[in-house]
């Protein structure tokens, strides 16, 4: 069953433009439950370096699912507006939302940077070099420089890789995306699966984006990923359902789940990111919420953000502490989720006390009376 989401924006409610719509509340607690994923699947990649024999080894996929979840959110939240708030309102609206965890991760990621016990990279790079590696992360400028950690595009905080292809995206949204009808948006949708399957045959898979060596497979992802959720909006493809918060999560951890081969990734991974994300987006928008999830979604999407950007710097120190100490493989089942729960509670404290006041503070200095 489908029911038509788009709201008319007219004359008389233009002052409201800036009015936040409400939330899906399953899809944000979803995206939380891919946050919490994606600093699993982390730890896990450290400590379990064959992907074949790692139990959540395609936890990389949660970006495909954030990606498409973006592009579905914003389809909602801008087409009717888009044309009433202009490019730079909305330039404004996204960076306010988007880059204070930006460079709160950066800063974070520098100071663990200098501080690290167990690694000397300042000594190894110096003062302009680490003045430089910040500057990227803060500004998501690309800078590939350091091959002790593998060359990401943003050393010092490993997950900006996705936001700066979220900008890319968010750009291009505002400039194009919502111009197009549904036939050439099904067209883009077409070309960004075909890119992506290429992507997946000439890599074997489709975890790149996040280094130097694989920096257009994350335009590839994005590509299609946000395209496609932005389809499922326009085309109404909401799946009216029962299965609930859990039902849902359910579904999402089995994405992650499914083994890692490296002679079938090229082949499983297109059909999740093609086929499955869509269509949780569809189920997750169209199910109904039980009341007594309904703190637990909203909590898990206010963090989801702020720990998928600020965790990254904790995990270098992991990194250096596991190559350097070489603990124990009990020691390290101990230390992996008192870590996550951690960086959970962690992250909370920086949403609460950081993020959410940098925010309010930009909104009323840029926003106020425009």
């Given amino acids: 069953m489908r029911y038509n989401l788009a709201k008319v924006i007219t004359a008389e409610n233009k002052t409201n433009l800036l009015a936040t719509k409400q939330h899906f509340e399953i899809l944000d607690g979803l995206r939380g439950v891919a946050a919490i994923v994606v600093v699993i699947y982390h730890f896990m990649e450290i400590v379990i370096t064959n992907y074949n024999e790692n139990f959540l080894s395609h936890g990389f996929l949660a970006v495909d699912f954030f990606f498409c979840l973006s592009g579905f959110v914003i389809a909602y939240a801008y087409d009717s507006r888009a044309p009433h708030i202009g490019i730079t309102q909305f330039f404004k609206l996204r960076l306010i939302r988007l880059h204070p965890l930006v ?164 082949i499983t991974e297109p059909i999740l990111v093609i086929f499955y994300f869509p269509l949780l987006v569809a189920l997750g928008a169209g199910t109904t919420l039980n009341p007594s999830f309904k703190k637990v979604c909203n909590l898990s999407g206010e963090i989801s953000y702020p720990l998928y950007m600020v965790h990254y710097p904790f995990l270098w120190i992991f990194l250096t502490y596991v190559e350097d100490v070489q603990p124990s493989t009990s020691l390290q089942w101990v230390v992996i989720p008192v870590s996550v729960l951690l960086l959970i509670v962690f992250s909370y404290l920086v949403m609460r006390f950081l993020d959410i006041p940098l925010r309010k503070y930009l909104k009323q200095k840029f926003l106020s009376n425009k």
């Fill in 103 to 266: 460079f709160i991760g950066s800063v974070l990621g520098l100071i663990t940077f200098l501080v690290d016990p167990y690694s000397d990279l300042y000594e190894v790079y110096g003062f302009g070099k680490t003045l430089l590696l910040f500057l990227s992360s803060a500004f998501l400028i690309p800078y590939p420089a350091m091959p002790e950690r593998y060359t990401n595009l943003f050393c010092l905080n490993a997950p900006a890789w996705s936001l700066f292809w979220e900008y890319i995206a968010n750009i291009f949204y505002i400039f194009v995306l919502y111009r197009l009808g549904k036939k050439s948006l099904m067209a883009l949708v077409f070309i960004g699966a075909v890119c992506l399957c290429y992507v997946a045959v000439n890599a074997t898979n489709i975890g790149g984006g996040w280094g130097g060596q694989n920096f257009w497979d994350g335009g590839a992802r994005v590509l299609f990923s946000f395209t496609a959720g932005m389809l499922v909006y326009r085309l109404n493809w909401i799946i009216k359902n029962k299965l609930g918060f859990l039902g849902m999560t359910a579904l999402l951890l089995t994405a992650f789940l499914v083994p890692f081969n490296d002679k079938y990734n090229w």
